[in-house]
């Protein structure tokens, strides 16, 4: 369906004739589960946020959102420099801390060693993924746990003890500890959101093959893959479902307005039972026994629409057709109530209504 008849329908675009679901699946395949690198510094949103250093991210313009934690009884801290960033007013107490790093160094003891600075730094990742719920469904979405140990960790301090690759890097140890902990506790997906998903996924397949798509089997094996896994559907296959759903509403708005003035403005069917409207800039066909719903243009006899056995065969259409058809109905809507006027048609009333609804076919093709 081109793009304006969507634009006048929901303002929304047409998938090209390569579906962006294959497109979107095929860049997901590359990106999925491929890490980052988690620094300040880093040209990847989700690797700066997911640093304790957010603040001096968002003061090196690579974050708009500090992501502030609340962490314990938010105690106050002097002013200073704390690992990578320099604070340069005190913190006041029951105010939260500006980052995660701020956080962190407000609690540490210097005696602390190895496990007891990681489980530190994993108690206050937990409150910030927690507080901050956009991160945790953006880890799922690069792929989790896989992500987090593909992904490399840069601190700005001179301290490097966090630093390294994947599971190697004691942050990232910490971080996916915390991720970890946040996903069971959250469980992956209720009963109910389950179930909203699994329905969700059942009218896009069903949208998909009325809209003849080329990905049906893809969405099936996604079906089969959130039956097994319950893990989130990304953001592309959301995306992608929602632009079916809306073709199909507006294809489907389209195939009863044909049926309807057919309907109305025909009498008699054809030989093959069929029903046929000739106006002045289109051609209008329907067959309830075949299912057929067919839009001719008189000027060029393109098929601008052509539905067989419930599936579209042939879309061209556009935003023009679409309003010709709504124009049409209202017309004949129109008409209608002005024939029975004339005629004294009262559908609630059977006396002469025989008659009288001979007459009003006649005033409404007249």
Not at 138 to 153: D, M, Q, W, Y
């Amino acid at each position: 369906m081109k793009t304006e008849l969507v634009a006048a329908k929901q303002k929304n675009e047409q998938p090209d004739k390569e579906s962006s679901f294959i497109k979107t699946q095929r860049k997901s395949q590359l990106t999925q589960n491929v890490g980052t690198t988690i620094s300040a510094y880093s040209n990847d949103g989700l690797g700066a946020a997911q640093s304790t250093e957010t603040k001096l991210a968002s003061d090196n313009g690579n974050l708009q959102n500090n992501y502030p934690v609340s962490y314990q009884d938010n105690k106050e801290l002097p002013a200073g420099n704390y690992g990578g960033e320099n604070y340069p007013d005190v913190k006041p107490i029951g105010q939260p801390f500006v980052s995660a790093n701020q956080a962190y160094h407000a609690y540490k003891e210097p005696s602390e060693q190895a496990a007891q600075k990681i489980a530190r730094m994993t108690e206050v990742l937990k409150a910030k993924l927690e507080q901050h719920p956009r991160l945790v469904s953006a880890i799922a979405k690069r792929g989790g746990v896989e992500f987090l140990e593909n992904s490399t960790h840069i601190s700005s301090s001179q301290d490097k003890f966090w630093d390294g690759r994947g599971k190697e890097s004691k942050f990232i140890q910490a971080l996916s500890a915390a991720y970890t902990t946040i996903e069971k506790s959250q469980g992956k997906v209720s009963t109910q959101e389950a179930d909203s998903v699994a329905q969700s996924l059942q009218k896009w397949t069903e949208d998909a093959q009325f809209l003849n798509r080329n990905y049906v089997d893809t969405i099936n094996q996604i079906q089969n893959i959130y039956a097994n896994t319950k893990k989130p559907l990304t953001e592309n296959h959301l995306k992608t479902m929602d632009k079916d759903s809306k073709d199909a509403a507006v294809t489907k708005e389209v195939k009863n307005l044909v049926t309807r003035l057919t309907n109305t403005l025909v009498q008699d069917n054809r030989e093959d039972g069929s029903k046929l409207v000739q106006g002045k800039r289109y051609i209008l066909e329907s067959n309830q026994n075949t299912g057929l719903t067919r839009i001719t243009s008189t000027s060029t006899a393109d098929i601008l629409l052509s539905i067989e056995n419930n599936q579209v065969k042939a879309n061209n259409l556009n935003s023009d057709v679409y309003q010709s058809l709504k124009s049409a109905v209202q017309a004949v809507d129109e008409k209608i109530i002005a024939a029975q006027e004339i005629t004294g048609y009262n559908s609630s009333n059977p006396v002469n209504n025989v008659v009288n609804k001979n007459q009003v076919s006649k005033k409404i093709n007249e």
